[in-house]
């Protein structure tokens, strides 16, 4: 006898189970079923992994669902494709808030319908005269139906046991599982408490909705119920992976096949650009047979439909990425704009035969219009064909910590201890990776059991799904609807979302496309709309050159701020040491700079620059890595390897690269014999084809696609051109469209480059940083405290006349109901600076100016007297505080712009060799920083030890510190709000650690 367990929650369920896939069908194997169900509740996100896990354990898997219906838990079980579709109806019913137990009755053909005994109705109307009754309603209908026999306690499950047998309905074993282990019944307590916002006092939890073994099961049902479960796992034939969807076919006002189409229009297209030498002939003869063959017509026509739009609508596109830019037939119909044949790009790596999967066509748009392109799609071919993709968001380490902290009340300063010490590289590690890596991670969890135990708990939910969202770019096309082949869900925007993760799709061949949004390309727009306004230049995204040498110097400086992909420290670091001076140098640049091949960029600038002699295993290797200092780089390098040595088809040597990329040991000793068999055919020596075949191994994982890092580096060169030609044009751009994180760098920068920011004016600024003369103008927008209706206020009530003085603007915009905190923001920030100097007086006198306004003003802050008739008051008199004054501009603007307290003290630090905040991120060692003390936060640490987290500032930017209790107590009496200190420390780049040594106040520097 065996037993298939049928109802069965996984964390897909969300925050309804603390069951990870992954443990299910291992504690199912060392149970020995060999037949396993997944029932989650209101979701099929997990399917696909359930799946293919069970495949990969050699498990049969069964496919189901629960249901809520009319307060009845439903659980259906998929015992054919007809089933499933009906599972897929009732799905749409459920969505659409419109499923009731006759919509089941009408669509449960290969469907098994179980209906649990723990049903909370169910236990409360048991003893009602009229149960059976009620029962029948539910049952009646449904061609398979089953009582379930949850493990209720022996008397109710006795009772439950007799009514069904009296009246004729099959019992079978049904135990809840929601956990592997009893005391894991803690980790669901956890996600319920998450979900209600409870706090727990225990942490240890038995429960018995765990995974039983069939010994334990034999405890508690019947054998005939047991058995019940194999017959019912017997009766499925259904495959979950098969091809359900279809290639959408696009329609064309010629009335030619699509085939037909793409061949005149892409051919058309080649003419015009004037690309009709034999090579180019030859090339769109090899890929539109390819194309035609696999059936890919449409999807290059769909693709170009919607860039045609976009570009037509005046939404900027990219140029390509991804191995599409390797396409000439892209590249003709303007989906790509690199011609594939001048950089040598391989088609075969973008699509060939032997390659039977679908293309893979990824489009950028500027991120503020990408949505409109999608509402194009779904209107052009209707929104039952179109769907965006749900994506799910597990418990990493940090969120399991902060949750953990929540629901066990622990305090806040004990998480943050944690928390803070995760830096942006480790993000991705789990709780047992940090320990293992982070030193001062495990430092602070070996210190006290106390903080193991926070550690611990949070290790229970990693892992776990937590709540689903939307993919960023991923859309999903159909020819037909997608309710019926695929599990959606509705958002609150009456947005279809496939429940399938992104990377499921194309195992039932559903046509996934990436319309990624990129705020890159919304900067250039705008860069290039600032240039004509200033300069009447008219520039467009597509002819702006990216082989110039300025754009190219401008790169190697390292003063990349706001170009696409070079922001980074670790990408400036690398700059600094590969120093492009051509094109080719910042496409090898953004395919070496990851990690594995990242060394290699120490080797590439050596032999680029003389500094490093090398040779060739094989004189056929010469032309293929001469591009790249004999460094083997991209992955197109390998296949034209396999392929000139080996004898490899170009498609051949792409499934070579694709193994070695997976690491597939029975295809890599396969292919191995192949390349050595197939070079010594082509009259190479044995022992020189086994070393060229472990070269390519050995490297060819860290290979990137050239076609890729080629359509990248020319946004990326782009960018540098406009920069590099338009500076303040470009600045203003990224400062108006750039992300808190960069700001400080970005103004630093600028600092370094000698370009001019300037504070708000309140008679100028708007609501984005505008280019005045030499300088840069802070907007009124950006000033904290200041909403967008804020500043639209002062520009409309500014095309009436300049504000001539401090109470003729509080007077003109009393209409709009500015409170006194609205207008401190904009004297802190500065924005009267140009009519009035003293901060301080504009300060004191807000009471006097919404007086004013009020005497002259009816309550809607409407004139109903002249100012001249009423004489102004007085501007208050009072002396400024500089520091004040400048801590306040940083407090509203984020930065100083009018000055900064350490130049006032500059002659004192002059002479000691310090690095600024913005530029710690890009250094490595030993450091001092001469800053000031925005916040100090004070705490102890569980052992009582004192600790603190401070905010310090300087003129390039600000950063959080921690000082730890032996550094706190040492240098306690420089631990002041205000003070001007030489901190002293140890910054380690790898884990964006400031480890501070030494805290001196500036007089004991001096002194000292």
Excluded: W
């Excluded at 137990?101 to 009408?106: L, R």
């Excluded at 309905?169 to 894991?184: G, I, L, R, S």
């Excluded at 903080?451 to 939307?470: C, D, F, H, N």
């Excluded at 040492?970 to 002293?984: D, E, G, P, Q, R």
């Amino acid at each position: 006898m065996n037993f298939t367990p049928l109802h069965v929650y996984s964390g897909y369920s969300y925050l309804k189970s603390g069951l990870k896939i992954v443990d299910y069908v291992k504690k199912a194997k060392e149970n020995g079923f060999t037949t396993i169900a997944l029932t989650d509740f209101n979701s099929f996100s997990g399917l696909p992994h359930f799946v293919n896990e069970c495949k990969a354990k050699g498990i049969k898997s069964i496919v189901g669902a629960d249901f809520l219906i009319e307060d009845y838990l439903f659980t259906f079980i998929v015992t054919n494709e007809e089933g499933y579709r009906n599972l897929l109806k009732i799905n749409d019913a459920y969505q659409r808030k419109a499923l009731d137990i006759n919509f089941v009755k009408n669509n449960n053909e290969g469907l098994i319908c179980i209906l649990g005994s723990g049903n909370r109705l169910i236990k409360e109307s048991f003893d009602d005269k009229d149960f059976a009754i009620k029962f029948a309603r539910l049952s009646r209908g449904i061609s398979k139906f089953y009582v379930g026999l949850e493990n209720d306690g022996k008397e109710y499950m006795e009772d439950m046991r007799s009514f069904a047998y009296s009246h004729g309905y099959d019992v079978v074993a049904f135990p809840f599982v929601k956990y592997v282990k009893k005391e894991d019944a803690l980790i669901l307590r956890m996600l319920e408490a998450i979900e209600t916002k409870e706090i727990l006092k225990e942490k240890q939890f038995v429960g018995d909705e765990y995974s039983y073994s069939l010994d334990e099961l034999k405890a508690i049902y019947k054998d005939e119920e047991i058995a019940l479960t194999e017959k019912i796992a017997e009766s499925i034939s259904f495959e979950f992976i098969t091809k359900r969807g279809a290639m959408l076919h696009y329609e064309n006002s010629l009335g030619l096949t699509s085939d037909e189409y793409l061949k005149k229009v892409a051919f058309e297209s080649l003419k015009q650009k004037g690309l009709v030498a034999k090579e180019y002939i030859d090339r769109f003869k090899l890929e539109y047979e390819v194309i035609t063959s696999m059936g890919y017509s449409d999807y290059f026509l769909i693709v170009k439909d919607f860039v045609d739009y976009a570009r037509n609508a005046k939404i900027t596109v990219g140029p390509g990425r991804g191995s599409a830019v390797g396409s000439l037939i892209s590249y003709a119909l303007g989906i790509t704009s690199c011609d594939p044949i001048k950089y040598n790009l391989i088609f075969e790596r973008f699509l060939n035969k032997e390659r039977q999967t679908l293309p893979d066509i990824d489009i950028d748009f500027e991120d503020v219009r990408r949505e409109e392109v999608v509402k194009y799609i779904e209107k052009k071919y209707g929104k039952n064909r179109v769907a965006k993709i749900i994506a799910i968001q597990k418990f990493g380490a940090k969120q399991s910590l902060g949750d953990v902290g929540r629901i066990f009340g622990y305090e806040k300063r004990d998480i943050e201890l944690f928390t803070k010490l995760i830096g942006k590289d480790d993000e991705k590690l789990t709780l047992r990776e940090l320990y293992k890596n982070n030193k001062d991670f495990r430092s602070l969890v070996d210190e006290d059991k106390y903080y193991l135990e926070i550690v611990s708990l949070a290790s229970k939910l990693e892992g776990l799904p937590r709540q689903s969202g939307m993919h960023a770019a991923g859309i999903v096309i159909n020819n037909g609807s997608l309710k019926d082949v695929i599990p959606l869900t509705v958002d609150y925007n009456d947005e279809n979302i496939v429940q399938f993760e992104k990377d499921f799709l194309e195992d039932q061949s559903f046509l996934k496309m990436d319309l990624l949004s990129l705020r890159n390309l919304t900067i250039v727009k705008d860069c290039i709309a600032r240039i004509k306004e200033s300069t009447g230049i008219s520039l467009d995204i597509d002819s702006l050159p990216y082989e110039d040498k300025k754009a190219i110097d401008l790169i190697a400086s390292g003063k990349t701020m706001g170009i696409f992909q070079l922001e980074s420290v670790g990408m400036r670091k690398a700059i600094k040491t590969l120093k492009p001076t051509e094109f080719r140098d910042v496409v090898a640049l953004l395919a070496l700079f990851r990690p594995g091949p990242m060394e290699n960029i120490d080797v590439y600038a050596a032999r680029k620059y003389k500094k490093s002699k090398y040779g060739y295993i094989s004189p056929v290797l010469k032309d293929i890595l001469a591009p790249t200092y004999g460094v083997m780089v991209y992955q197109e390098q390998v296949m034209q390897i396999a392929n000139e040595m080996a004898g490899f088809s170009l498609g051949e040597a792409d499934l070579l690269r694709r193994a070695i990329s997976k690491k597939d040991s029975k295809k890599l000793v396969s292919y191995e014999k192949k390349f050595i068999l197939g070079a010594v055919k082509n009259g190479f020596k044995e022992s020189e084809s086994k070393e060229v075949y472990k070269s390519i191994y050995k490297f060819g994982d860290y290979g990137f696609n050239l076609s890729h890092a080629l359509g990248y580096a020319v946004l990326t060169c782009r960018m540098a051109y406009l920069k590099a030609h338009y500076p303040k044009e470009f600045y203003a751009s990224i400062l108006s469209n750039s992300n808190s994180e960069n700001f400080s760098n970005t103004i630093s920068e600028m600092k370094a480059l000698k370009l001019c920011i300037l504070n708000p004016d309140i008679n100028v600024s708007t609501d984005t940083y505008l280019v005045k003369g030499d300088s840069i103008v802070f907007p009124l927008s950006s000033i904290k405290g200041i909403m967008s209706m804020a500043t639209n206020a002062i520009m409309h009530e500014r095309a009436n006349g300049p504000f001539t003085d401090f109470f003729d603007f509080v007077v003109r915009i009393a209409k709009y109901k500015f409170n006194s905190k609205v207008i401190m923001s904009l004297i802190d920030a500065g924005a009267f600076d140009n009519i009035t100097r003293s901060r301080a007086s504009l300060r004191l006198s807000i009471p006097s100016a919404l007086n004013y306004a009020s005497m002259i003003g009816d309550n809607e802050g409407e004139m109903l007297l002249d100012m001249s008739m009423f004489p102004k008051p007085k501007l208050a008199v009072a002396k400024d505080d500089k520091l004040f004054d400048l801590n306040k501009e940083f407090d509203v603007l984020g930065l100083m712009i009018s000055g900064s307290p350490l130049q006032l003290v500059k002659n004192n630090i002059r002479d000691i060799k310090l690095v600024n905040i913005a530029e710690i991120s890009s250094t490595s060692g030993n450091i001092k920083v001469a800053c000031i003390f925005r916040s100090i936060k004070s705490i102890k640490t569980k052992k009582g030890k004192p600790m603190a987290f401070a905010m310090i500032y300087d003129d390039s930017g600000e950063m959080e510190i921690t000082i730890f209790d032996n550094v706190y107590e040492t240098y306690y009496s420089a631990l002041k709000k205000n003070a001007i200190v030489i901190i002293s420390g140890y910054y380690l780049k790898t884990k964006e650690s400031f480890s501070i040594t030494e805290i001196n106040k500036l007089e004991d520097v001096n002194n000292g």
